[in-house]
Every structure is written in C-alpha cells, then in structure tokens.
C-alpha cells in the first residue's frame, strides 16, 4: 500500500491521469471501494504500474489477466514472475549457472508427519544454523533463523501450518548487500545500479521483516565492498535477471563472505516507497523518483 500511494503520487505530479486500483488479500478488485471484475475495472486503462508484493502481486496472477487482455504493465511478465517467485525453483535454475547460493533442502507439507527424515537429510548435509521461510512470499515475511541447539522441527511445524513448501538454508555469516537492475537506461539494455550494504542494527541477527521497515538499518550505496566484490554483484544480478528472462527492473539480495557472493533471492517488482531500496539505488547514479517512475511507464509492455 506504501508502494502504491508513493507511485500514485509522482503519476498524478507527472500529469498521468491515474487511478486507484486496489486488490484485497482476499482477491477482490476494488474501484472507488467497490468489488468489480478485473475486466470491467480495466476497460479504459492504456497501462497498470504493477505496486504490489508477495503472493497475487509478485507470483505472475495478475501478470495473467493483463496478458491476457492485452494490456501493458510493468514489471516481468506472468511466466517469468512465478518462477522468481518460487525460491526452491529460483535456486535450482540458477545453480545450472554456477551462482553461488547457499545450501538448501525444500520441505513439503506432506512431510509433516515424519520430518526426522528430512531433518536428518538437513542436519547432515549442511548446519547447524538455518533460515527457515516459505517456498513463495516476499518482504521476509513468514522467514525465521534456528541458531545452533534449538529446534529445527519446532520451527518447521510452525511455518508449514501456513504454508505449503518451506525451503531450509543453510545460515551463512557475512556481511548483507542487494544489487538493482533497469533496463533500457543510459543506452544499455541492462544498467546496474552499483550495489548497496545492509547494516542491520546489532541486535538483529539478519534482514527480518521488521528490520526493513523501522528505520535502524544503515544502507550505503555505493557499498564499501572490495573491487572484486562489486563486480561480482554486478555480474551475478545481470545474469540472474537475464537467465530468468525478467522484464524492465530487479533487485537481488546477497550474503558476501570470504567464501564468495551468496545469491539469496530476486525481487521482481522491488519496494517503491521512501524507505525502498531500489529507489536510493537509482538515486546514486542520479536518477531521481520522478525520472524513475516515467522511466518504466515508458518502457512497460504486454
């Protein structure tokens, strides 16, 4: 909702002629506060900035119905939305690629009556410390750490009560960063944006939920890391884009340790509001909300 009262702003600050459009948790359209068909909402609209994240948003739904009516949007397309949307699936294209990313096991709900071996399966392969999160949402949500000697099948009971498929990872010490493309900016098909630190406030053990919201972290863009370092964001987040077919603009999230660069996941439709990522990302190389808003209006597709 954020996202979207910033973006309806710079619409209406352009001179776009821009409308509300709002979709509940529920799936309901709303216009003006009323529950309309996505067909009849959509009648008079020449295009729809996508301001939504996690499921009907970034999982490719609603990519569906504009695809179908043949209506230009932002962002990536259906197809290409599910699959970045799809953590397990993510990681598994992606280490065909030889990128770094760390261990892994999925957890299905059919599991949940014998976990001892799936977690036998985890605790051998790699540990002691995980992060436990849902198979598709967004924004850390639903996203938990077991630390060394605490329970791991507790916290998977928990997480599989709301969700179908739970991917363990193993929990990789380092310093945090995230890496933003744009497309069709400053005559390259694919611009980086240099990449930015993530300096959680030292009582948080990674990049939770809360912690992306309150205010506490420290962000430094251009980030302080080595040559080397910067570069292989670079090349990771280019190639991530790329080998997912992604459309227009994403973000990607990393662990870097004296390991490597550890591809964590992508955003498709990354945070638009004051406390966004992506948009501090932009505004390092100069390019300011307003420009960047214009900037995927102008470029967006069916």
Sequence with gaps: MSTGSEVLSALSRLGYRARDITITKKGDWLDGGRVRAPEIILESVDLVFIALHGSYGEDGDVQKILQRLNIPFTGSRAFSSAVAFNKALTKKILTDFNILTPSWR??????????????????????????????????????????AGEELETVLRKTLETHDRVLVEEFIRGREATCATLEYFRNSDLYVFPSIEIIPPR?????????????????????????????????????????????????????INNHGVYFLEVNTLPGLTNESLYPKAAAAVGLNYDQLIVHLVETAKV
């Excluded at 001892?116 to 999160?133: L, M, N, Q, R």
């Excluded at 987040?237 to 994403?250: E, F, I, R």
């Design 106 to 147: 999925e957890v299905t709900n059919d599991e949940e009556f014998n976990l001892e071996e799936a977690i036998s399966d985890i605790k051998s392969s790699f540990g002691p410390e995980y992060i436990v999160k849902p198979v598709s949402s967004g924004s850390s949500f639903g996203v938990s750490m077991v630390r």
């Design 203 to 255: 009582d948080s053990l990674f990049f939770d939920t809360a912690v992306k919201y309150n205010r506490q972290t420290m962000e430094i863009c251009p980030a302080r890391f080595s040559y080397g370092e910067r570069v292989k964001l670079a090349e990771v987040t280019a190639l991530v884009h790329q080998t997912l077919d992604l459309s227009q603009y994403s973000r990607s999230d990393f662990i």
